[in-house]
């Protein structure tokens, strides 16, 4: 008995880490956003839902950019309201890029990646935090500093693991 409930046991760890194996493996050939998962992309690699990361920082709103206006940085697209926000990132990107590749950033606190509200933000020593939605804001904003330490902590041991892969 003992001897056929390892065998049973070992082939079921087999059966899980070739199936997460493959999974990894599966996504990251459907979509080139997911190779890396370090960015939270839409449709065509399109960061933060198509607004302009510069006018959260300069407008101190979100503000949906145009299409006419974009730069590619990191694997991702981003696109601006005008000319004059497009030069800053294309001068600067890290200045302006969003923290934790633009996933919620409760989310990293806890270990996941979940998708943004671009309503749902804040700017804290010059860095862009984006949430998935306004009560999850709140709760971040209650201990944001140690949120923000914890986040960093994590964001270097998920940052390169798709979001599926992590149990949203």
Same mark, same amino acid.
């Given at each position: 008995?003992?001897?056929y ?6 082939? #079921?760890?087999?059966?899980v ?5 493959? #999974?990894?493996v ?13 960015n ?5 690699g399109?960061?933060l ?7 959260y ?9 145009q299409a006419?206006? $974009? ?11 005008n ?6 990132f ?29 309503? #749902? ?9 984006? $949430?998935?939605?306004?009560?999850? $804001?709140?709760?971040?904003?209650k ?26």
């Amino acid at each position: 008995m003992a001897t056929y409930c390892r065998s049973t046991a070992g082939r #079921a760890a087999k059966f899980v880490v070739i199936f997460v194996f493959a #999974a990894l493996v599966g996504m990251s050939t459907l979509d080139p956003a997911w190779a890396s998962g370090e960015n939270n992309l839409g449709s065509g690699g399109v960061a933060l839902h198509g607004y302009d990361t510069v006018a959260y920082h300069t407008a101190g709103k979100p503000m949906k950019g145009q299409a006419r206006f $974009q730069v590619e940085h990191g694997g991702a697209r981003y696109l601006f309201v005008n000319k004059a926000n497009h030069d800053a990132f294309a001068a600067d990107p890290e200045k302006y890029a969003p923290a934790f590749g633009g996933w919620c950033s409760y989310g990293v606190r806890v270990g996941k990646k979940f998708d943004i509200d671009p309503h #749902a933000w804040k700017i804290v020593n010059g860095r862009l935090f984006l $949430q998935l939605d306004p009560g999850t $804001q709140k709760v971040w904003l209650k201990d944001m500093e140690p949120n923000i330490a914890i986040a960093d902590r994590i964001w270097p041991s998920i940052m390169a693991v798709p979001a599926e892969v992590l149990g949203n």
